[in-house]
């Protein structure tokens, strides 16, 4: 199947009981067992449900995965693979990383002797540098969240491997429509369902693919053990998102394009941050793993005064935390997605206060850049 046909018949596309072309919503917690053990492949939905495993089966299928596990949340996701590291083992991850992994990896999980390092993988030294007797795994967010870094994850991946390694992609900014990272070496992805995969700002997920069936064992126990599952109805919700994926991101480039080129040219930009833009440090490597560049754009207005001055401005980019939704998005980083990481650290990463960050939608692009225009001016 192609890329756009596995999106919408991908997984278990209908209801093997039924018929249903639209997967049901198994609104159920336990199930009748015709003895002890004597089940028809569920018995609590903690463990198992008909609804999220037809997702976890179609995100494993558009990932090109050995298995898929839906959970609660990005942030359940990226805890629950964490939690297959034993205390005292160590993780290397890319510095301009999402706030939210920052935190839990320095503030929550480093409680319990999980060890973490962060530096800038789009240098591979960096990660070889870094390599220590128990080091477990690299992880890596490309393109980075709100930089738009770009890491080789075909390099990375071997570098990792060279030392008995798993590498880890965060793949929520490219989607699996753009980019396959376990095409490329890596052994788990991760996503914020809540993005690009739900699309439409209306449910909140995780969703996790390894690459074999070890690691998928591990990771099912893990979530088995923790219980932080999709419930039926999120589920639901995502694989009906997940079926205009295709269209959404051809759309989103498309768009995306044409305000990264206003952007540039436009008097009260100091810095537009896209891997699409060819004087990107990591152009050329964006080119050879990805399929598109995305929808996210950043860019620095040169203060705080100034962003909050845009901010006020716009009709049209909603001011509002979260990504890839069908309506354009816009945060300061400094203040929103990333005010949890220390002042410091924002500065040595280049997270300024008038850095500005979008996500662009779908309305009609002559309204999106209008709507620049006026506010930036």
């Known amino acids: 199947m192609r890329r756009k046909t596995k999106l919408i018949h991908g997984g278990i596309s209908e209801d093997p009981a039924t018929g249903a072309v639209s997967f049901p919503i198994y609104q159920v917690s336990t199930y009748k067992q015709e003895g002890v053990g004597g089940h028809k492949g569920f018995e609590y939905s903690r463990t198992g449900n008909p609804t999220r495993h037809a997702l976890e089966e179609l995100i494993k299928d558009i990932e090109g995965g050995s298995a898929g596990?839906?959970?609660?949340s990005g942030m359940a996701a990226i805890t629950a693979v964490i939690m297959l590291f034993n205390s005292g083992d160590h993780v290397i991850l890319t510095d301009d990383v999402y706030g939210g992994t920052f935190r839990v990896m320095t503030k929550v999980l480093n409680r319990f002797g999980i060890d973490s390092t962060f530096v800038d993988t789009s240098n591979l030294d960096n990660i070889k540098s870094e390599i220590r007797p128990n080091t477990r795994a690299v992880y890596l967010e490309t393109p980075t969240n709100p930089l738009l870094k770009i890491t080789d994850i075909e390099a990375a991946a071997g570098i990792a491997k060279e030392h008995?390694?798993?590498?880890?992609?965060?793949?929520?900014?490219?989607?699996?429509?753009?980019?396959?990272?376990?095409e490329l070496g890596a052994d788990i992805v991760l996503h914020s369902a809540t993005k690009y995969l739900g699309g439409h700002s209306d449910v909140v997920a995780g969703l996790v693919v390894v690459n074999s069936d070890k690691l998928a064992e591990d990771l099912h126990f893990v979530q088995n053990s923790t219980g932080g599952?999709?419930?039926?109805?999120?589920?639901?919700?995502?694989?009906?998102g997940i079926k205009t994926l295709g269209i959404r991101m051809e759309e989103t480039e498309t768009n995306t394009k044409e305000i990264v080129g206003f952007l540039q040219g436009h008097a009260n930009v100091k810095k537009v941050f896209y891997p699409g833009i060819e004087s990107h440090p990591n152009h050329e490597i964006a080119k050879k793993q990805a399929r598109g560049f995305g929808g996210m754009v950043s860019f620095d207005v040169g203060s705080a005064e100034n962003a909050d001055r845009l901010l006020s401005k716009v009709k049209y980019f909603t001011l509002?935390?979260?990504?890839?939704?069908?309506?354009?998005?816009?945060?300061?980083?400094?203040?929103m997605t990333h005010a949890s990481i220390p002042a410091e650290r924002r500065a040595e990463l280049g997270i300024t206060d008038g850095l500005v960050r979008i996500s662009v939608g779908l309305e009609d692009i002559e309204d999106l850049i209008e709507d620049l225009t006026q506010a930036l001016e």
């Open 69 to 72: 596990f839906a959970f609660g």
């Open 164 to 182: 008995g390694l798993l590498t880890i992609v965060d793949n929520t900014f490219s989607t699996p429509y753009w980019q396959n990272p376990i």
């Open 229 to 240: 599952v999709l419930g039926p109805q999120d589920s639901w919700l995502l694989i009906r």
């Open 320 to 335: 509002a935390e979260s990504l890839g939704a069908v309506e354009s998005l816009i945060s300061v980083p400094a203040r």
